[in-house]
């Protein structure tokens, strides 16, 4: 049963430590890897969090910065980042000043041709530049919703919080939601579609709610056990998850339920196959991370001549793109359709990325 609530207390201080090795790659904007005329046909902008860093594609253009705004601990102010669904601003979100200051997070919304550097926020360029409060509030992930009035901030184990979505105006609370009985740990990323809806997972439902009504409910729409990285597309006809290690696609309401990745999984190495699904823009691909075995697995390694990049606190995969078309791709196989995006210059390193996999 899902249950509405508002914010409870409890004093935790956040500690978090983010060791991070960084592999050495270009930063070009003019870059177009292998499959190129696959990649120029493709919709809009990728962006994705690797190791400190955000860094996009335009496939269009082609242009290419895999080091656009540092994000994390010992990088930046900031906690996290989104991209707003015209593809022209860009959300970040970050503490606020102040000593031991453990209950308010701060976001700005700024065109995305602006100065990211913390410093040039005050320079009066920002679309919004809100608060929010919540006893022991900690990093944040924030999601800007497709008419930039609403944010769904995720669910935090350490500060009680579920799900909640805030008004973008002014940082003032809409509502949350959560299920008795399901750890905050095991709450999916939150996902807006094009008519203002966020899907959230919490164990194993998929739950909508709806600007239309304010927000007020949020009914289940589809249930199935061991799901995780749920995604659905800007339409909000499909619905894609991790399941079994690989990615699975289904209709809305669970119905046509096909497995559409499949790779060698390794006994060794419990965090291989596919994660992380995306869909493009206009619903037709999807983009997720993964790792052949004849490529480059998930055991931190980074390119397939075995040099290595370290990242403590959380695995990585690189970025693969295949239609969402329902078909089974396997990604042993290269004439398999999917794509790897490739970084500038390289004729086998792949983009890696670890959180934050958007498309716009």
């Known amino acids: 049963m899902l249950i509405k609530t508002i914010k409870t207390i409890k004093t935790i201080f956040p500690f978090i430590i983010a060791i991070i090795l960084s592999l ?86 700024r065109d995305k041709g602006a100065k990211m550097d913390y410093s040039s926020l005050q320079d009066g360029k920002n679309v919004f530049d809100i608060t929010y409060e919540a006893d022991d509030i900690e990093i944040t992930d924030a999601h800007i919703s497709p008419n930039e009035k609403y944010l769904v901030l995720d669910a935090q184990h350490f500060a009680d919080m579920p799900i909640t979505i805030i008004d973008a105006a002014n940082g003032n609370f809409i509502n949350s939601w959560y299920v008795k009985g399901v750890s905050f740990l095991n709450y999916g990323i939150p996902v807006w579609t094009a008519d203002n809806t966020v899907f959230f997972r919490i164990g194993n439902s998929v739950y909508k709610s709806s600007a239309a009504d304010g927000f007020k409910t949020a009914p289940n729409v589809f249930t199935q056990s061991g799901i995780s990285s ?32 499949t790779s060698e999984l390794s006994e060794v190495i419990s965090y291989d196959g596919e994660h992380r699904p995306t869909f493009s823009p206009d619903g037709k691909y999807i983009a997720f991370t993964g790792a052949s075995k004849g490529g480059t697995p998930w055991s931190d390694h980074d390119y397939a001549d075995g040099s290595w990049v370290a990242s403590v606190g959380g695995k990585y995969g690189y970025i693969v793109i295949i239609p969402a078309d329902g078909k089974m791709y396997d990604l042993e196989k290269k004439d398999s359709g999917a794509i790897w995006l490739k970084q500038p210059d390289a004729d086998y390193a792949g983009v890696p990325c670890s959180a934050n996999l958007i498309w716009r």
């Open 24 to 109: 050495t790659a270009c930063s070009k904007d003019d870059i177009m890897g292998s499959d190129s005329k696959a990649i120029k046909n493709l919709p809009g902008s990728i962006y994705w969090y690797f190791a400190g860093e955000v860094g996009y594609m335009d496939f269009g253009s082609g242009k290419y910065n895999d080091k656009w705004i540092g994000i994390g601990p010992g990088n930046s102010r900031y906690d996290s980042y989104d991209i707003s669904w015209d593809n022209k601003k860009t959300l970040l979100t970050m503490d606020v000043e102040g000593a031991f200051n453990f209950t308010e997070r701060r976001f700005v919304l």
């Open 230 to 261: 749920v995604t659905v597309n800007p339409q909000g006809t499909k619905l894609a998850f991790r399941k079994d290690r690989h990615l699975w696609m289904c209709d809305i309401d669970g119905s046509d339920m096909k497995q559409i990745t």
